[in-house]
């Protein structure tokens, strides 16, 4: 596989292209990838695309915090939940998908759930959010969240005027779910939660993307950690070009955003 230190770079450059933008890594793509074309089908490739996250995410990351969109108790929340099931999905992983057939359709059916959920918001999308992102594609400012209230009842915050809010345990639940379906998946549980933040809780992509960034890349530390545990590390060549592909991809649109500010 001497074109791999070219091909697998480009691959995972478009993908973090595209995926940065709704604060997700794009591993969810990067998954079905290895496994379909790389030929990657052990459980080794969970942790792999775990190292991917962490390579390639940081970047995402700092941008959000440095734009003031970073929303640091939803992200402690997201983790708490990931961190939580991570280990548990790991185990379903290597005790009962290690025959490709049944990973495969495992992966089928994630990736029909993710694309059924951005299809019903794309199609019906909540009033309030689409009059937002309208205001903030014509003024090509994303603003500042600001948290107004926090309870174990209720979490609210004000962002461009308006007010939203989001009940913690149940994202916590619900963080918790996506962190066992990711860890046998192997993906930090970001493009699950991230329709669900918006469909669901009806929060903005713009308010929630840091967050779901920083809780993938926390989940993916526990992911590698899990699988090498159980005798499934890393394939490090494969998830370091994955991730410095990746990685370009976030930085350059990052970049592109910032000097097409009516594309943001």
């Given amino acids: 596989m001497d074109l791999s230190v070219v091909f697998i770079p480009i691959v995972a450059f478009v993908v973090g292209f ?3 933008q709704a604060g997700v890594s794009g591993a969810f793509l990067l998954l079905p990838f290895q496994v379909s074309v790389l030929g990657f089908i052990s459980p080794s490739v969970n942790a792999t695309n775990f190292l991917y996250n962490i390579v390639a995410i940081p970047s995402g990351v700092y941008r959000y915090w ?73 003024s090509g400012i994303k603003g500042v969240v600001r948290i ?31 962190g066992i379906i990711g860890g046998a998946y192997g993906v930090g549980g970001g493009a699950l939660m991230s329709p669900l933040l918006v469909t669901f809780f009806n929060l903005p992509i713009h308010t929630i993307a840091g967050a779901n960034l920083l809780g993938t890349f926390a989940a993916s530390i526990i992911g590698i950690g899990s699988f090498t545990a159980l005798g499934y590390p890393p394939n490090l060549k494969t998830g370091l070009l994955l991730g410095v592909g990746g990685l370009a991809g976030i930085i350059l649109e990052r970049d592109f955003k910032s000097s097409f500010p009516k594309l943001r």
């Fill in 66 to 138: 440095k734009e003031g969109r970073m929303m640091w108790i939803l992200a402690l929340i997201i983790i708490a939940g990931y961190l939580s099931g991570i280990y548990i999905g790991s185990l379903i992983r290597v005790n009962y998908l290690l025959n490709p057939k049944t990973f495969k359709l495992f992966i089928g059916v994630v990736l029909l759930y993710i694309g059924a959920r951005l299809l019903l918001s794309a199609i019906n999308p909540e009033k309030r959010i689409k009059k937002l992102d309208e205001r903030i594609v014509d």
């Fill in 18 to 20: 595209v995926c940065s």
């Fill in 148 to 178: 107004e209230k926090i309870s174990f009842k209720i979490v609210s915050f004000d962002f461009w005027n308006e007010r939203y809010s989001f009940p913690p345990l149940l994202t916590f639940m619900v963080a918790l779910a996506i």
